[in-house]
Every structure is written in structure tokens, then in C-alpha cells.
């Protein structure tokens, strides 16, 4: 009788300690994924932050003389500001006027940006962010590119000047940004636009939380051999190496 009551005592304890194994493995998922919801966006700033710290093409100095281009800035996205004609560089036959509803025919400059496809087309406003679009943003998109003819572009935050060869290869990585037809031509995407001088074209890849809109820009002073962060999805991660546009050095 006494060995019935020990056996019976173990088997007890056996499945209390059982069962409680077995809520400890149901509760601790949810803190795993509690825990890595925090973590993963934690890691992601404090990589974010590094690599705006962090230059590329370091040696890089400003000359005193050059050709001047702009970054605008909202404070979400940043877009690179060019001459619309400089240097022999004639951006006209690639974004023709024809191309958009009201272009000024003094406007001489053309502003140029990248971004997911559905952020981009899907929300002309910020109130117009959904949470579709903001996965899109996250996971991952086809790129597309913004361009617009601002006529004074001074609204913009910075500015910095490039010797001509700079200036070169700036404007072909920004060109190398488009889809391409059959004659050379950017494919337009048949789409309103935010307003009557900016029009969307197919771009080059995809764009994601990793190959953002201002990773984009800091990639194509980075190839025209520009000071820049190393990585940066957030615009004030490439702005603030550059004086403001009111400025001279």
C-alpha cells in the first residue's frame, strides 16, 4: 500500500512538473517574439545611426569652384536637385517637358528621386498612408523614379558644389536609376503625379527598408565619388554632411 502511494506520489509530481514545462514552452513564445519586435527595430536605428556616422569616399572636398547642386529635404525623403542643362549634360531629351502638365519654360532645374512603387504612386499625401503601404515600405517593392521641375530650387535644405568630372558621374549614376526602352527613352508611368511638374518613371531594382529612397541618393553620391554615410534609410542621415543652401564655403 505504501509502494502504491509513493508510485502514485512520483507520477504526480512527474506530470505537475510535466504540465508546467509545458506552460512554461506556451509563455515563453510570446516573449521571444514580444522581445524580438523590440530588438529588431532597436537594431535596426542603432545600425541606421552607424552608418550615417560612418563616411564613404572620405578624402572628398569641396572646390571653391564648380557646379552647384541642391538636396531637398522634407524631413522623411531626400531628392537630389540638378541643372536641368550643364556642362554639355542635357537632361531635357530624357524628361521632356511633353512628359508633365505645366512645366514653366524657365525652370532650369530637375529634381530627381526613388522609392517602392506602391508608397510612391499610392500616396500623395502623408494622411494617405495605409498599412499596405507601409509593408510595401518594409518588405520590399519594384523602384520607380520621381522627377520634377522645381523652378528655384533655394526651398531646398542643402547644397554642395562639384568639380565637372563629379558632375559627370552624378548625372550618369542618376540616369543609370531609369528603366530604359528600346530608344534610350525613360518608361513613364502613366500616372497623375502630385502636381502638374512631376511625373513617375520605371526604375532600376527595388527599394525596401534596406534600399530606401535616401539610401538611394547617399548611393549616387557615392559613385560620383561625393563624402557620404556609409548607410543611412533616413534622409537626416545624408543631409547633414552638407552646408545648408544659403551658405558659401
Not at 557646379?67 to 550643364?86: Q, S
Not at 554632411?241 to 558659401?248: F, K, L, V
Request: proline share 7%; charged share 25%.
Amino acid at each position: 500500500m505504501i509502494h502504491r502511494m509513493v508510485r502514485k506520489d512520483r507520477c504526480n509530481a512527474i506530470c505537475n512538473n510535466r504540465g508546467m514545462a509545458r506552460r512554461r514552452r506556451k509563455t515563453r513564445w510570446p516573449r521571444r517574439i514580444g522581445l524580438a519586435l523590440v530588438a529588431i527595430p532597436a537594431l535596426y536605428l542603432t545600425a541606421a545611426l552607424a552608418g550615417s556616422l560612418i563616411p564613404v569616399n572620405a578624402n572628398w572636398r569641396e572646390p571653391e569652384r564648380g557646379i552647384t547642386v541642391y538636396l531637398a529635404d522634407n524631413g522623411v525623403h531626400a531628392d537630389l536637385i540638378l541643372p536641368a542643362y550643364v556642362a554639355g549634360l542635357d537632361w531635357r531629351p530624357l524628361v521632356p517637358r511633353s512628359d508633365f502638365d505645366d512645366v514653366p519654360l524657365d525652370a532650369g532645374w530637375i529634381a530627381f528621386g526613388a522609392g517602392e512603387r506602391r508608397v510612391y504612386l499610392d500616396t500623395p499625401t502623408w494622411a494617405d498612408i495605409t498599412p499596405r503601404t507601409l509593408l510595401a515600405a518594409t518588405t520590399g517593392g519594384e523602384r520607380v523614379m520621381h522627377v520634377e521641375w522645381p523652378r528655384d530650387p533655394t526651398y531646398a535644405a542643402r547644397s554642395l558644389r562639384l568639380t565637372p568630372e563629379q558632375y559627370r558621374r552624378l548625372w550618369a549614376a542618376i540616369r543609370a536609376g531609369f528603366r530604359l526602352d528600346k530608344d534610350g527613352r525613360p518608361v513613364r508611368i502613366e500616372h497623375p503625379g502630385y502636381g502638374p511638374r512631376d511625373a513617375f518613371y520605371d526604375g532600376v531594382g527595388r527599394a525596401s527598408a534596406f534600399s530606401t529612397c535616401n539610401t538611394w541618393v547617399a548611393s549616387r553620391l557615392r559613385l560620383a565619388g561625393i563624402r557620404t554615410s556609409l548607410w543611412s534609410p533616413f534622409a537626416q542621415g545624408v543631409v547633414w554632411r552638407y552646408r545648408a543652401a544659403d551658405q558659401r564655403t
